[in-house]
């Protein structure tokens, strides 16, 4: 797969997945959907499951499995999903995406030569100042979890909760032999059982030159 020509029924399909991410909606829909509501990073849970409802065909779900690692989708080679902000909290443009574990791309490009990316790029809006949406999460999820709970023992900060989200463009990225040295290694930390988490992969989307791209029309 080497071309725009070859994935354009990928490209079609990616027209018809909503643009414009409502926080609160979204929950509610992943919720009845029971996929990965009570996360707080929900826009890419979000966006794996716009891609299952939209993108199936060309794309079936999930995808291979390798180790602890499951792909999202798979269509010719396995793929994944992720959704960027393209600007963090203060404003300040960020272009570092964080994907797959290390170890299940590389054997994932030595068994299938490739493997591809699908990231919906956009500009979030954050947490409203009485932290509303975060109090409604909590809420809805049944009060505080038990993570949230440890952090305000330890008097540690809460972070920024993503509310909304305008999807700008959708890019479609392959990765392979070729390319995957221009990959960076992002380490994990560690487990909450202390045991140190595989490193994953990231890419500046600058580096990359996508397959093909969706821009969503004003």
């Not at 909503?18 to 979000?46: C, H, Q, T, V």
């Not at 493997?115 to 956009?122: W, Y």
């Amino acid at each position: 797969m080497n071309s725009e020509t070859v994935i354009s029924p990928l490209l079609e399909k990616l027209q018809d997945i909503p643009f414009e991410w409502d926080g609160r909606k979204a929950i509610l829909e992943l919720k009845e959907a029971n996929s990965r509501w009570r996360d707080m990073e929900w826009i890419g849970f979000y966006f794996e499951y716009l891609c299952s409802c939209h993108l199936q065909p060309p794309l079936s779900f999930p995808g291979p499995k390798y180790e602890n690692t499951k792909f999202d989708g798979y269509w010719r080679i396995p793929w994944d999903f992720k959704a960027h902000t393209s600007l963090n909290p203060k404003g300040k443009a960020q272009h570092s995406v964080i994907i797959n574990d290390q170890n299940a791309v590389l054997r994932a490009i030595e068994e299938h030569k490739a493997v591809g990316l699908i990231v919906a790029i956009g500009q979030a809006r954050f947490n409203d100042l009485d932290r509303s949406f975060q109090r409604w999460h909590s809420q809805l999820k049944g009060g505080q979890s038990q993570y949230e709970l440890e952090r305000i023992e330890r008097q540690a900060n809460s972070r920024v909760r993503k509310v909304s989200m305008r999807i700008e463009r959708f890019c479609v990225y392959e990765i392979d032999d070729s390319t995957v040295s221009l990959l960076k290694i992002h380490p994990q930390g560690r487990n909450s059982n202390g045991r140190p988490r595989p490193p994953k992969f990231r890419f500046d989307l600058r580096d990359l030159e996508p397959l093909g791209e969706v821009y969503v029309s004003r």
